[in-house]
């Protein structure tokens, strides 16, 4: 079984920082590109960051404070996020594919994991 389960959300002051990481199970996360979304109430789905298949990252959200990487040792994909800001505040995602396209297939995806930035 196919699977994907994010992690590291939290609580976290303006400014600060945190690591989701996206654990891959059933597959091996390197050949496929692994995508961060992001879901803020009331609003759609946008997505954040990706990484390809060959290790290129594309970043969807136009912010260089949230940077993808992988860990293949560890079948691992994180998002480092820094300088956090209240408007960051989403359920965030990770998501199986096959290329960095936002409207791409994306068919496998976890729970997600919670990101609160609040004094």
């Known amino acids: 079984q196919f699977e994907v389960a994010e992690s590291g959300g939290g609580l976290v002051q303006p400014g600060g920082s945190l690591r989701l990481s996206c654990q891959a199970s059933?597959?091996?996360?390197?050949?496929?590109?692994i995508a961060w979304f992001r879901q803020a109430p009331g609003k759609e789905r946008e997505g954040v960051s990706c990484?390809?298949?060959?290790?290129?990252l594309t970043n969807w959200s136009g912010e260089d404070r949230f940077t993808v990487s992988r860990d293949s040792a560890k079948n691992v994909v994180y998002l480092q996020m820094n300088s956090l800001k209240p408007e960051d505040t989403a359920v965030y995602y990770c998501?199986?594919?096959?290329?960095?396209?936002?409207?791409?297939?994306?068919?496998?995806w976890g729970q997600g994991t919670q990101v609160t930035v609040s004094s």
């Open positions: 998501a199986r594919g096959y290329n960095c396209l936002q409207r791409g297939v994306w068919d496998v």
């Open positions: 059933g597959f091996t996360s390197d050949y496929y590109a």
């Open positions: 990484v390809e298949i060959r290790g290129d």
